[in-house]
Every structure is written in C-alpha cells, then in structure tokens.
T-cell receptor, first 109, second 113 residues
Framework: GQSLEQPSEVTAVEGAIVQINCTYQ??????LSWYQQHDGGAPTFLSY??LDGLEETGRFSSFLSRSDSYGYLLLQELQMKDSASYFC??????????WGAGTKLIIKP | NAGVTQTPKFRVLKTGQSMTLLCAQD?????MYWYRQDPGMGLRLIHY???????AKGEVPDGYNVSRLKKQNFLLGLESAAPSQTSVYFC????????????FGSGTQLSVL
C-alpha cells in the first residue's frame, strides 16, 4: 500500500529552528509537496521538490532525497504564527496526491 | 481574486438526507478535486475531474457522486447521508496534475446526525 509517515506533533521555541520529516512509500513518484494548515483553515501550498536537494523560500526550506524516499521541511526563525499543521504529500504515478496525516507544530514563547 | 469558492460553509444533515456541495473556481483550471479531512488524518481524495464533462473516482468514492458540467464548477453530492460522512470537505483545483500547487477552497463542515 501507499503510505507517508510524519511525526504527529513537534514542539519548538519561538525564534528557533525546527525540522519536520516525511518518509514515503508510494507507487511511483513525481514530487513531494508541503502544505500548511491553520486550525479551521484550508491547506496552503508551501513548497514542492521534484529533484534531490534543498529548496529555499524565505524562512522555509524543503529537502528531498529520492533514493531514501525521504524529505523534510525546515522552518527557521520560528514565529507564533507558524503554529499550524504541516502536511507532506506525494504526487504518485497516477498523478494523484497522497497525503500524510500531518504534523502539528506547537510553538512556545 | 476569488480563487476557489465553496458553498455552504456549514451544514447539518439527518441520516438519509441528501445535499450538494458546490465548488467554483475562476482560474480557468482544468483539474478539480474533492477531498475529505477527518481528525488526525490527511486529506483523502473522493472524486476528481480532469476537465469539463469528466469525472473519476478517488480513494474514497463510495456514497458520493460528482458532476462537472461547466469547467468552473465541480459539484459533490451525497444521495443518502450517513454519520460516517461527517467530515470537513475541501475542494481544490490546479492547471494540470503535474502542477505542484493546489488551490483550496475554505472548506465545508458537514455533520450528519
């Protein structure tokens, strides 16, 4: 079966750096996406990696290793507004997004 | 800049009732999707459409029907609601399946009693 594994919850301190990992097992792979979802809101796109390596967008970076079926989202200079759930999702060979269960990021002052 | 608009935002149904959720997008996207999200779980694809007049089943299609009569609209129907269909429903769209960015509507909280 297809599956994505990510931690259910991560806690960090304001101003710190946090990494959210995602491992996947899917039928085919086109790319790994990350989405942010605040409580009561809709998912919003953060990043997409199709090739190995690190993609940086402001305070957020995303990494992919296709050989390890692994990726991570790195959030720097954490702010209270970053408190949200973060989802990884893989675009599989059927061009469908397979979603992880999400990681709740708790930020403490 | 409306993007993706879903209606209604909230709805309470009794078991056996029917309803239709409406999704509209103004970005001229070919692909549209209906997802459900349950607590502690990621999004699960119900049905999707690759263009006007087409629909296809996703991961959890049972109990739902869809229609895409116009490119900008994607309707999700529940013919006979069941408590197991209590969930948050999200509509999304993008230009193409390999386009990495999905645009989401604000969601519909549905409770079936």
């Amino acid at each position: 079966g297809q599956s994505l594994e990510q931690p259910s919850e991560v806690t960090a301190v304001e101003g710190a750096i946090v990494q959210i990992n995602c491992t996947y097992q899917t039928s085919g792979f086109y790319g790994l996406s990350w989405y942010q979802q605040h409580d009561g809101g809709a998912p919003t796109f953060l990043s997409y990696n199709a090739l190995d390596g690190l993609e940086e967008t402001g305070r957020f970076s995303s990494f992919l290793s296709r050989s390890d079926s692994y990726g991570y989202l790195l959030l720097q200079e954490l702010q209270m507004k970053d408190s949200a759930s973060y989802f990884c999702a893989v675009l599989d060979s059927n061009y469908q997004l397979i979603w992880g269960a999400g990681t709740k990021l708790i930020i403490k002052p | 800049n409306a993007g993706v608009t879903q209606t209604p935002k909230f709805r309470v149904l009794k078991t056996g009732q029917s309803m239709t959720l409406l999704c509209a997008q103004d970005m001229n996207h070919e692909y549209m999707y209906w997802y459900r999200q349950d607590p502690g779980m990621g999004l699960r694809l119900i049905h999707y459409s690759v263009g006007e007049g087409t629909t296809a089943k996703g991961e959890v299609p049972d109990g739902y029907n869809v229609s895409r009569l116009k490119k900008q609209n994607f309707l999700l129907g529940l013919e006979s609601a069941a408590p197991s269909q209590t969930s948050v429903y999200f509509c999304a769209s993008n230009r193409a399946p390999t386009n990495e960015k999905l645009f989401f509507g604000s969601g519909t909280q549905l409770s079936v009693l």
